[in-house]
């Protein structure tokens, strides 16, 4: 009995191993390294694409509406994108302004701030730092004499700053200009185009699909699914960037926060960036608010408040609404963050849900990649 049971372990060990693949699985490994540096290679040319299918998502409703009131898809996707940058442009003058304002305040405030640590009286110093005194004393009693027999003639160096040159300035920064004045011209262009096109690229992918009919209903159901999926994301970052500058802008309002519009606004926006935006939102207003009372409890005060409403907004609502559009869990959307934003920065933290429901939608079709989508779900 004894002598049977090694030998099913022994089968079922040997059976085990046989499953394995080594070439398929080295194949596997190489091709992924391979996407991985062809995404951070093609870098400046996938992100202004993305944010481009993300933006006409985003649109394609409105231009729709339009078409129902017989305006012709390309002059609805036009109309659309001027509105777009006419607003853009418009909320930045005033915004421009408050940021001018607060930046003069600062001198102000790092002057108070000198003056008060010199107002207070001296701290007391620790164990450690007491300790490193002494170490130091004994240290330079033991070195004196010895340095003082042959003390080395020491040269005099000046050390000579180079003059600022606007010149040089201008030069250095217009090539970061010209590349993000390039990609902001193209992500306008490429969502044009994909406005105005509506829904060709979605017939042609159902007619490439094949000739049965069950295969092509196959794939209009999965564009159907990717259009859903990316557009109730987009609608749930909406109300989560309301949120936060609804209550950012009241709470700074009780509290006496000047420019509190400005700060709404900023707080909105950064936070469609997950864990970055919250982060600087946070910094930036207690900053703000050491300028403007020149204490720091009121500055610690400030960016509480701030860290408790994107807390909500972060752990509370989006959880609870992305939850009700999409079928990720919570671990594969962490993991996909900081996949994306070790990819692509801020801009692979904004796609990387949205990357993840096309993604999961794809493998829940696909019948070798249906355990992916299993990992990736509830």
């Given at each position: 009995?004894e002598?049977?049971e090694i030998?099913?372990?022994?089968?079922?060990?040997?059976?085990?191993?046989?499953?394995?693949?080594?070439?398929?699985?080295?194949?596997?490994i190489?091709?992924?390294?391979a996407?991985?540096?062809?995404?951070?290679?093609?870098?400046?040319?996938?992100?202004p694409?993305?944010?481009a299918?993300?933006?006409?998502?985003?649109?394609?409703?409105?231009?729709?509406?339009l078409?129902?009131?017989?305006i012709?898809?390309?002059?609805?996707?036009?109309?659309?994108?001027?509105?777009?940058v006419?607003?853009i442009?418009g909320?930045?003058?005033?915004l421009?302004?408050?940021?001018?304002?607060?930046?003069?305040?600062?001198?102000w405030?790092?002057?108070?701030?000198?003056?008060?640590?010199?107002?207070?009286?001296p701290?007391?110093?620790?164990?450690?730092?007491?300790?490193?005194?002494?170490?130091?004393?004994?240290?330079?009693?033991?070195?004196?004499?010895?340095?003082?027999?042959d003390?080395?003639?020491?040269?005099?160096?000046r050390?000579?700053?180079?003059?600022?040159?606007?010149?040089?300035?201008?030069?250095?920064?217009?090539?970061?200009?010209?590349?993000?004045?390039?990609q902001?011209?193209?992500v306008?262009?490429?969502?044009?185009?994909?406005?105005a096109?509506?829904?060709?690229?979605?017939?042609?992918?159902?007619?490439?699909?094949?000739?049965?009919?069950?295969?092509?209903r196959?794939a209009?159901?999965?564009?159907?699914?990717?259009?859903?999926?990316?557009?109730r994301?987009?609608?749930?970052m909406?109300?989560?960037?309301?949120?936060?500058?609804?209550?950012?802008?009241l709470?700074f309002?009780?509290?006496?926060?000047?420019?509190?519009?400005?700060w709404g606004?900023?707080?909105?926006l950064?936070?469609?960036?997950?864990?970055?935006?919250?982060?600087?939102?946070?910094?930036?207003?207690?900053?703000?608010?050491?300028?403007?009372f020149?204490?720091?409890?009121?500055?610690?005060?400030?960016?509480?408040?701030?860290?408790?409403?994107?807390?909500?907004?972060g752990?509370l609502?989006?959880?609870?609404?992305?939850?009700?559009?999409?079928?990720?869990?919570?671990i594969?959307?962490f993991?996909?963050?900081?996949?994306?934003?070790?990819?692509?920065?801020?801009?692979?933290?904004?796609?990387?849900?949205?990357?993840?429901?096309?993604?999961?939608?794809?493998?829940?079709?696909?019948?070798?990649?249906?355990?992916?989508?299993?990992?990736l779900?509830?």
């Open positions: 009995m002598e049977r030998e099913t372990e022994g089968v079922s060990e040997r059976s085990l191993i046989e499953r394995i693949n080594v070439r398929n699985t080295a194949m596997i190489l091709t992924s390294v996407a991985l540096y062809f995404i951070s290679w093609a870098q400046a040319v996938l992100v694409l993305v944010g299918i993300l933006i006409s998502y985003a649109l394609d409703p409105l231009v729709s509406g078409e129902r009131f017989r012709p898809r390309p002059l609805g996707a036009a109309l659309m994108l001027i509105i777009l006419v607003t442009v909320a930045s003058i005033p421009k302004r408050e940021t001018i304002a607060i930046l003069e305040k600062a001198p405030a790092i002057e108070q701030f000198q003056r008060q640590e010199a107002r207070s009286a701290k007391e110093e620790g164990v450690v730092e007491k300790a490193q005194d002494v170490a130091k004393k004994i240290e330079d009693s033991a070195k004196g004499d010895e340095e003082s027999e003390e080395p003639e020491v040269m005099r160096v050390v000579v700053d180079e003059p600022f040159k606007i010149r040089k300035f201008l030069m250095e920064g217009s090539s970061t200009i010209l590349v993000v004045v390039s902001v011209f193209s306008l262009l490429l969502v044009y185009f994909m406005l096109a509506g829904r060709l690229y979605k017939r042609k992918v159902v007619k490439l699909s094949g000739p049965a009919f069950s295969d092509m196959k209009a159901r999965i564009m159907n699914e990717f259009h859903g999926q990316v557009r994301f987009l609608f749930v909406l109300l989560g960037a309301l949120f936060v500058g609804f209550f950012t802008w709470a309002f009780f509290l006496g926060m000047e420019q509190a519009v400005f606004v900023v707080a909105g950064a936070s469609v960036v997950p864990y970055l935006g919250p982060f600087l939102v946070m910094a930036g207003t207690g900053v703000a608010a050491f300028i403007q020149g204490t720091i409890d009121m500055a610690i005060l400030v960016a509480a408040v701030s860290l408790v409403i994107t807390s909500i907004q752990n609502l989006l959880p609870m609404l992305t939850s009700r559009v999409s079928s990720l869990n919570e594969a959307i993991i996909g963050l900081l996949f994306w934003g070790w990819l692509w920065g801020p801009v692979g933290l904004i796609i990387a849900t949205p990357v993840l429901m096309i993604i999961k939608t794809l493998c829940d079709h696909v019948g070798n990649l249906r355990a992916v989508g299993e990992l779900g509830k």
